[in-house]
């Protein structure tokens, strides 16, 4: 049943309400990798230790996003030595947030663990992940708060965060941590695509739905490089804008255009108003002064903002409309067709994948 309380909710929101209070009763272990070939078995090995304490059924997909190492090769062995393991392999690069696309889709957890493949996410925080969502939360986001990483990394790590929590009002920490533990109807609601999977705590909070965030473990890197630098700080601001945009003025384009088209038009139309009183009361020559063409300019722009907010107020109006399925760009998966338990999440997808 709905209470009262919740009416400032989404409709999906509310509609979800009571499965999000359910008990926890089945484990996705989801992990982008892309040449990691010399953790894997390791982090695999720590994983099902962990999991056998937690006791729940379980199931680990490994997305391998272009590695050109034998990543993928250890996966297929992995997955034929343990049927719990899952794998996508990507054609080539698509990026985190595709990966973390492709594993939701096919996820059938009740909860959706995301991790790094690189061992410096510690697999023993698993049950405080997991006691974290038990205390009514639908999002645990991890925090390292001590960093096992070298300055050109956390530097723009801390600017960006820092950038974060005031434009989107969401308080924490680490947008930047992969560590993260989802209900399964989160992963449903927010689409990830180009580089938003560092923001699925803005678009979760932005769907009502409510947001923790957990300090862990961190550790050095043992194997391989990291596959981040400063570059990355540019496409986070870049994508920020796209955030705010989308969880702030998605349904209501008008009050983003509207009101510098409002001041633009205002100005033009005072100062034309002005131009006017000069021309037929102090009867001045106005055809070479700037202002007149700065009025002119002002009202063309104002026109144009209004024009775009009309344009995007017909787009959000017909936003709520059924998406079509694209098919993922995966080359072949292991273990799909095989695996043992539990409800699909989305079938008609999972098998455009499993086709993949």
Same mark, same amino acid.
């Given at each position: 049943?709905?209470? =009262? ?20 009763t089945?484990?996705? #272990?989801?992990i ?25 059924p ?7 996003d272009?590695?050109?190492d !034998? ?10 030595s ?6 996508? +392999?990507?054609?080539?690069? %698509? ?9 939701f ?13 690189? &061992? ?12 974290k969502?038990?205390?009514? $939360? ?6 390292k ?5 070298? *300055?050109?990394?956390t ?26 533990a ?12 180009g580089?938003?999977h560092?923001? =699925? ?10 947001i ?11 194997? !391989?490089?990291?596959?981040?630098g ?6 986070? %601001?870049l ?5 705010? %945009?989308?969880?702030? $003025?998605?349904? +209501? ?7 510098? !088209? ?12 002005? &131009? ?5 009361? *102090?009867?001045?020559? #106005?055809?070479?002064?700037?202002? *007149? ?7 063309? #722009? ?40 539990l ?14």
């Amino acid at each position: 049943m709905v209470t =009262t309380r919740h009416t400032d909710l989404p409709v999906s929101r509310l509609l979800s309400s009571d499965i999000t209070e359910r008990p926890i009763t089945s484990l996705t #272990i989801l992990i982008p990798v892309m040449d990691e070939e010399g953790n894997l078995r390791e982090l695999h090995q720590r994983l099902t230790t962990v999991i056998a304490r937690i006791a729940l059924p379980y199931e680990i997909i490994f997305v391998d996003d272009g590695s050109r190492d !034998g990543t993928w090769r250890l996966i297929s062995e992995l997955s034929r030595s343990d049927h719990q393991v899952l794998g996508l +392999r990507h054609r080539r690069n %698509f990026g985190k947030a595709q990966a973390l696309s492709n594993g939701f889709a096919v996820a059938r957890g009740d909860v959706i663990v995301t991790m790094d493949g690189d &061992l410096q996410d510690d697999p023993d925080e698993l049950p405080r992940f997991l006691s974290k969502l038990d205390e009514g $939360y639908d999002l645990v986001s991890g925090w390292k708060q001590r960093r096992k990483d070298p *300055l050109g990394k956390t530097v723009p790590s801390k600017v960006f965060n820092w950038t974060v929590r005031r434009s989107s009002g969401v308080q924490l920490h680490d947008f930047n941590c992969g560590f993260k533990a989802y209900r399964r109807e989160v992963t449903s609601s927010i689409r990830l695509y180009g580089e938003l999977h560092r923001f =699925t705590p803005v678009l979760a909070h932005a769907e009502g739905f409510r947001i923790a965030e957990l300090p862990v473990k961190h550790h050095a890197r043992q194997w !391989g490089s990291s596959k981040y630098g400063w570059s990355r700080l540019t496409k986070g %601001f870049l994508d920020l804008f796209t955030v705010i %945009f989308l969880t702030q $003025y998605r349904q +209501r384009p008008m009050h983003l255009f509207g009101l510098p !088209g409002l001041v633009s038009l205002a100005l033009g139309v005072l100062l034309g108003v002005w &131009l006017t009183f000069v021309k037929l009361v *102090l009867n001045d020559s #106005i055809g070479t002064r700037p202002a *007149l063409l700065l009025s002119v300019l002002l009202v063309v #722009i104002g026109t144009q903002f209004f024009g775009l907010g009309l344009i995007g107020e017909y787009q959000a109006h017909g936003s709520n409309t059924p998406r079509s399925v694209q098919k993922p760009p995966l080359k072949e998966t292991v273990g799909l067709r095989t695996r043992p338990y539990l409800e699909a999440n989305d079938p008609d997808l999972e098998s455009s994948v499993a086709a993949g």
